[in-house]
């Protein structure tokens, strides 16, 4: 069966995107020429109300994560995320309005919003789950390897078909560099050709490539393939570095360049730590009263857990946090937290729920040996078996360990090793990418991290 088009995840998100959009078009329009009508200058006012209308949902769709297609493929994530994106923009929209425009609102034209603006959400993206982010938008690939990577196969189709992530890839067909269909019958090849949409390949010596797979690769640009190394598919498509794929690469693949000359990274990076760091700072002076007052009776101990990490250039330093484990936690030795741990008292539970236990943070950032955006400082026992593990991983060394990252928004809570390298990956490619952009989607995906208790 021939499709007639097919999308791709970010397509399919600009789909989503472009049709939340004329809702909010719509009820923008409706409040500016039927809520507003006649209580202020519309030729003044209007085109501003219909650009901070547009910013503004923008701002909290990215922060709630709505265009999360894995969410928004399932009806109970559908109907929460629409019902709370279109509360929260419906209450901000019309008391940003007021306050700017200094004109009334009604409240049933308030009720009537609140009501329609979350259905019309959830009509729509129920909609588009039924019948534009599932199957018949998934594309079909072809995956090629080196007969080397026999034994890995199945699990870098997994990668390419996102079975976990919702990545929109189906692959159909798998197939060697030395298989006959190369070899011996090229042109049978061929003839899947209009039913494929991505050619993922994977070998060791892309110089070296056999003649036949450089012809096939050829002819599938003509007709418009997308062609990707998988390695470059993994980056692009889990913004992760795949380390264990790289091996002798691994340079070539990160290209660290000197970021001397990235004033404007800098300038961001300082301006964030000083801007946080007074509203951090503001935060932790009004809690600490509290926190102490309950630790005394709730967790009987020290307010305080002081404890040596490493940081850039593999210096130590001290980072401060408030306690929420028992005082013997580690009496049989160091061991890395998990996320259900036993060690974490009642109140502690409570303290990292809200992240209240990261707010002395800030005293390490106003020492200078942490930034508020980059990787996750370790302690020195773990970062020497983790270094076994991986000789890269002293590379995240690089830059200022931070109070949150892009392997913290991306990954899971990490409780073991193997979690930390897998955090690795993520924490390479921030230093690999490392941009205002990406610093800026970290502190948007931190806050709702906060807001829906993910991640760490």
Same mark, same amino acid.
């Given at each position: /069966?021939?499709?007639?088009?097919?999308?791709?995840?970010?397509?399919?998100?600009?789909?989503?995107?472009?049709?939340?959009?004329?809702?909010?078009?719509?009820?923008?329009?409706?409040?500016?020429?039927?809520?507003?009508?006649?209580?202020?200058?519309?030729?003044?006012?209007?085109?501003?109300?219909?650009?901070?209308?547009?910013?503004?949902?923008?701002?909290?769709?990215?922060?709630?994560?709505?265009?999360?297609?894995?969410?928004?493929?399932?009806?109970?994530?559908?109907?929460?995320?629409?019902? %709370?994106?279109?509360?929260?923009?419906?209450?901000?929209?019309?008391?940003?309005?007021?306050?700017?425009?200094?004109?009334? $609102?009604?409240?049933?034209?308030?009720?009537?919003?609140?009501?329609? /603006?979350?259905?019309?959400? &959830?009509?729509?993206?129920?909609?588009?789950?039924?019948?534009?982010?599932?199957?018949?938008?998934?594309?079909?690939?072809?995956?090629?390897?080196?007969? &080397?990577?026999?034994?890995?196969?199945?699990?870098?189709?997994?990668? $390419?078909?996102?079975?976990?992530?919702?990545?929109?890839?189906?692959?159909?067909? !798998?197939?060697?560099?030395?298989?006959?269909?190369? &070899?011996?019958?090229?042109?049978?090849?061929?003839?899947? /050709?209009?039913?494929?949409?991505?050619?993922?390949?994977?070998?060791?010596?892309?110089?070296?490539?056999?003649?036949?797979?450089?012809?096939?690769?050829?002819?599938?640009?003509?007709?418009?393939?997308?062609?990707?190394?998988?390695?470059?598919?993994?980056?692009?498509?889990?913004?992760?570095?795949?380390?264990?794929?790289?091996?002798?690469?691994?340079?070539?693949?990160?290209?660290?360049?000197?970021?001397?000359?990235?004033?404007?990274?800098?300038?961001?990076?300082?301006?964030?730590?000083?801007?946080?760091?007074?509203?951090?700072?503001?935060?932790?002076?009004?809690? $600490?009263?509290?926190?102490?007052?309950?630790?005394?009776?709730?967790?009987?101990?020290?307010?305080?857990?002081?404890?040596?990490?490493?940081?850039?250039?593999?210096?130590?330093?001290?980072?401060?946090?408030?306690?929420?484990?028992?005082?013997?936690?580690?009496?049989?030795?160091?061991? /890395?937290?998990?996320?259900?741990?036993?060690? $974490?008292?009642?109140?502690?539970?409570?303290?990292?729920?809200?992240?209240?236990?990261?707010?002395?943070?800030?005293? !390490? %950032?106003?020492?200078?040996?942490?930034?508020?955006?980059?990787?996750?400082?370790?302690?020195?026992?773990?970062?020497?078996?983790?270094?076994?593990?991986?000789?890269?991983?002293? %590379?995240?060394?690089? %830059?200022?360990?931070?109070?949150?990252?892009?392997?913290?928004?991306?990954?899971?809570?990490?409780?073991?090793?193997?979690?930390?390298?897998?955090?690795?990956?993520?924490?390479?490619?921030?230093?690999?990418?490392?941009?205002? &952009?990406?610093?800026?989607?970290?502190?948007?995906?931190?806050?709702?991290?906060?807001?829906?208790?993910?991640?760490?």
């Amino acid at each position: /069966m021939n499709r007639v088009f097919t999308l791709n995840v970010i397509e399919r998100k600009l789909f989503l995107f472009i049709g939340d959009l004329a809702i909010v078009l719509f009820y923008l329009y409706l409040l500016i020429n039927r809520t507003l009508k006649g209580t202020f200058d519309q030729d003044k006012h209007g085109l501003t109300i219909y650009i901070i209308g547009i910013i503004l949902f923008s701002i909290i769709a990215y922060v709630i994560d709505i265009y999360n297609l894995e969410r928004a493929s399932r009806p109970i994530s559908i109907f929460r995320l629409s019902l %709370v994106v279109g509360v929260l923009y419906s209450f901000s929209i019309f008391f940003l309005t007021i306050l700017l425009i200094n004109t009334t $609102v009604s409240r049933p034209y308030l009720v009537v919003f609140l009501a329609l /603006m979350p259905f019309s959400l &959830t009509a729509w993206r129920i909609i588009c789950s039924n019948f534009f982010i599932s199957q018949p938008f998934l594309k079909n690939a072809i995956f090629i390897y080196e007969e &080397t990577f026999e034994e890995f196969k199945e699990n870098n189709i997994a990668n $390419v078909e996102g079975r976990k992530n919702s990545n929109g890839y189906n692959v159909k067909l !798998s197939v060697s560099t030395g298989h006959e269909t190369f &070899t011996k019958n090229p042109e049978r090849l061929n003839k899947v /050709m209009d039913k494929i949409d991505t050619v993922v390949i994977r070998i060791k010596d892309y110089q070296n490539m056999p003649t036949e797979v450089e012809k096939f690769l050829t002819r599938a640009m003509y007709f418009g393939k997308e062609v990707f190394t998988f390695t470059s598919f993994y980056e692009s498509t889990y913004e992760a570095l795949p380390l264990n794929l790289l091996g002798n690469n691994f340079y070539e693949v990160l290209h660290l360049k000197n970021k001397r000359s990235h004033y404007i990274q800098k300038l961001f990076t300082k301006l964030v730590d000083i801007t946080l760091c007074f509203i951090v700072g503001l935060v932790f002076m009004i809690v $600490v009263p509290f926190v102490f007052f309950f630790n005394l009776f709730l967790n009987k101990g020290p307010l305080f857990y002081i404890q040596k990490r490493i940081g850039k250039k593999g210096k130590e330093f001290n980072i401060y946090k408030f306690r929420s484990m028992v005082l013997d936690a580690e009496k049989s030795g160091a061991k /890395m937290a998990t996320n259900n741990d036993a060690r $974490v008292t009642p109140f502690g539970k409570i303290l990292r729920k809200f992240r209240i236990d990261e707010l002395p943070q800030i005293i !390490s %950032v106003i020492h200078g040996d942490m930034s508020f955006i980059g990787p996750r400082p370790e302690r020195k026992i773990f970062v020497d078996q983790l270094d076994k593990m991986n000789p890269f991983y002293s %590379v995240r060394h690089v %830059v200022k360990p931070g109070i949150t990252g892009w392997a913290q928004v991306k990954y899971k809570y990490g409780e073991n090793l193997e979690d930390s390298i897998k955090k690795l990956e993520y924490d390479l490619y921030y230093i690999k990418n490392r941009s205002v &952009t990406l610093d800026i989607r970290i502190l948007f995906k931190t806050i709702t991290t906060i807001l829906f208790s993910r991640g760490v």
